[in-house]
């Protein structure tokens, strides 16, 4: 009696094991993925504070901020001024013997309203002058690095036609004026003198790099 007893608890402990290894159809046996939190796109920001390479140091946070309200896909709201906090990924000004300085610049995360955070991964695209000023600070001839081909996209990040259209009429201001205004598909440094980006690092030919408040930043969250 005991040994019918015992074959039933194996046989009961292997189907059991059978189910286990092959779950029945529609059913997954695999764990969900986390959830992508961060945000892909191209965000149009401008600079909250000037930087200039031989003030700062590795490490040392960087600052810009949204210049009008956006959505991501899945619906959350980012404000217009919201705070995208960013850092120094390396530094070097220029010294006897080098050909320029540099400036390496990543941004990490958007601050909202309530202390929530949107972490992203953001490199720097396109940078331009600030466009309320004439013309750039005096890093760079005007042209000298003007591209403004493809590259970015809105990815998924949606503009409301409110910003749009505030981004257009100050664009059109600015080409009254002969500025340069940056766009999602900016690349490069546009309309700043001897000042050149490649893969989120500022090179300049003079002593430092800088930028002064207000400049415009095309950031591409990845």
Do not use: W
Not at 73 to 88: E, L, N, Q
Not at 109 to 127: M, N, R, S
Not at 175 to 181: D, N, R, S, T
Not at 187 to 195: E, F, H, P, S
Request: charged share 15%.
């Amino acid at each position: 009696m005991n040994r019918v007893v015992l074959y039933g608890l194996l046989i009961l402990l292997a189907g059991a094991t059978c189910l286990a290894q092959n779950p029945p159809a529609g059913q997954s046996s695999a764990m969900p993925a986390a959830a992508d939190s961060g945000l892909h796109g191209t965000i149009p920001a401008s600079l909250a504070k000037s930087i200039d390479s031989k003030k700062l140091k590795e490490g040392d946070e960087v600052d810009a901020k949204t210049v009008h309200m956006m959505r991501t896909a899945d619906g959350v709201m980012i404000p217009t001024g919201s705070k995208i906090a960013g850092h120094v990924t390396q530094v070097k000004s220029r010294s006897k013997g080098d050909s320029e300085s540099s400036l390496g610049i990543a941004f990490d995360k958007i601050q909202l309203t309530g202390g929530k955070e949107l972490p992203i991964k953001g490199v720097l695209q396109a940078v331009g002058p600030n466009p309320s000023e004439s013309s750039g600070p005096d890093t760079g001839a005007a042209g000298g690095n003007n591209m403004n081909a493809g590259g970015g996209s809105a990815g998924t990040m949606s503009t409301p036609t409110s910003g749009t259209d505030a981004m257009r009429t100050q664009q059109a201001g600015m080409a009254g004026a002969g500025g340069k205004m940056l766009t999602p598909q900016s690349t490069g440094a546009v309309g700043i003198k001897n000042l050149t980006l490649d893969n989120s690092v500022l090179s300049s030919t003079g002593k430092d790099v800088k930028l002064d408040m207000g400049a415009q930043l095309m950031i591409k969250a990845e």
